[in-house]
């Protein structure tokens, strides 16, 4: 079994920066993949990044690349999502999510090969 708990969102200007964090328990941290998803009303939820459990993999949508920037620490269990230079369509509930089936060294980018979900939170950029 593996708890998430996400933290650090709120409301930003557009070109702002949040930090957001998924502390984990349960089990070894390093173990498995993490990644970050993210739902707009009345849309899919979709993939936003991932780390595999060495932390030394990443991967990230197209729309994010060079703003977004995940991370772990698995001596703290914790992972982090930095999002600079924020952008209205951003607007979300971030999800953080752990593959416990994937090996170190795996990045998982499809909602379905994640087994564990955090609660979410939200996030909110004006324009």
């Known amino acids: 079994q593996v708890q998430l708990a996400e933290s650090g969102g709120g409301m930003v200007q557009a070109g702002g920066s949040l930090r957001l964090s998924c502390a984990a328990s349960?089990?070894?941290?390093?173990?498995?993949?993490m990644g970050w998803f993210r739902q707009a009303p009345g849309k899919e939820r979709e993939f936003v990044a991932a780390i595999s459990g060495s932390g030394g993999i990443t991967y990230y949508t197209d729309s994010v690349k060079g703003r977004f920037t995940i991370s772990r620490d698995n001596a703290k269990s914790t992972g982090h999502l930095q999002m600079n230079s924020l952008k209205p369509e951003d607007t979300a509930v971030y999800y953080c999510a752990a593959d416990t089936q994937a090996g170190p060294v795996a990045v998982v980018t499809t909602r379905a090969g994640y087994d564990y979900w955090g609660q979410g939170t939200q996030v909110t950029v004006s324009s």
């Open positions: 349960g089990r070894t941290f390093g173990g498995y993949a």
